[in-house]
């Protein structure tokens, strides 16, 4: 049975929060103001913070969503990854992908983002896999400003990997998992094996109290 190998992509493969880049995307093509730049820096330390209700947060930003060509959105990712991204990404992380690759492992990006910001990166580092929250499309092939549920989101991202491995055939139980954040311990307790790369506050002291090996990228 093949192991799988999961990164997470926000200060983990990328030093950065992408969110707080797509904002600043946003703005240089005149889309969002600085007002939605604070409002985004308040959401990514509730993230951090593990106080954010990822649900609402989502449901809001969905809702501009709404009626916009997912081909658009897929477009503007590549552009804004070219643009605000790529620099970002992490030469260890570059390594760590590489060396699950050269292992034979399954490599998946498991994000609470959306697919359209993750595949870019999966395919600048030849990763196949994405799991993400997912975004409802309607027949005419616009977002519907609704999420596809559950989102990739704590234990949603269990539910989500153990759906992709039961298609690929790897074990959630027997697989390593990166990731700097708290809200992912549902994950984190689900594998066998733990990296905490550049952990948050509350995920540091949980990671040292359980031994849980610590790497900066």
Same mark, same amino acid.
């Given at each position: 049975m093949p192991r799988a190998a999961l990164f997470d992509l926000d200060r983990t493969l990328v030093r950065k929060e992408t969110a707080s880049l797509y904002v600043r995307y946003q703005r240089s093509i005149g889309e969002a103001t600085w007002r939605d730049a604070a409002r985004m820096s308040l959401w990514v330390a509730q993230y951090t913070l593990g106080v954010i209700d990822a649900a609402q947060v989502a449901a809001k930003a969905m809702r501009t969503l709404a009626g916009m060509p997912e081909t658009v959105m897929a477009a503007r990712c590549d552009d804004w990854f070219r643009r605000y991204v790529e620099e970002h990404v992490c030469d260890r992380g570059r390594a760590a992908v590489a060396e699950h690759h050269a292992r034979g492992d399954?490599? @998946?990006?498991?994000? /609470? /983002?959306?697919?359209?910001? @993750?595949? +870019? =990166?999966?395919?600048?580092?030849?990763?196949?896999? *994405?799991?993400?929250?997912? =975004? &409802?499309? /309607?027949?005419? /092939?616009?977002?519907?400003?609704? +999420?596809?549920?559950p989102l990739a989101y704590g234990h949603g991202k269990v539910i989500r990997t153990t759906a992709l491995a039961a298609v690929l055939g790897f074990r959630v139980e027997e697989s390593v998992f990166y990731t700097d954040s708290y809200t992912?311990? +549902? =994950?984190? &307790?689900?594998?066998?094996?733990?990296? *905490?790369?550049? +952990?948050?506050?509350? =995920?540091?002291?949980? @990671?040292?109290?359980?031994?849980?090996?610590? &790497?900066?990228?």
């Open positions: 399954i490599v @998946a990006i498991v994000t /609470g /983002g959306s697919p359209y910001g @993750a595949r +870019p =990166l999966a395919r600048r580092l030849g990763i196949e896999h *994405v799991v993400a929250s997912e =975004l &409802e499309v /309607g027949p005419d /092939g616009r977002f519907t400003g609704r +999420p596809i549920e992912d311990l +549902p =994950l984190l &307790e689900a594998v066998a094996e733990q990296v *905490v790369v550049n +952990p948050d506050p509350r =995920l540091s002291r949980i @990671a040292r109290r359980r031994g849980w090996r610590i &790497e900066t990228w």
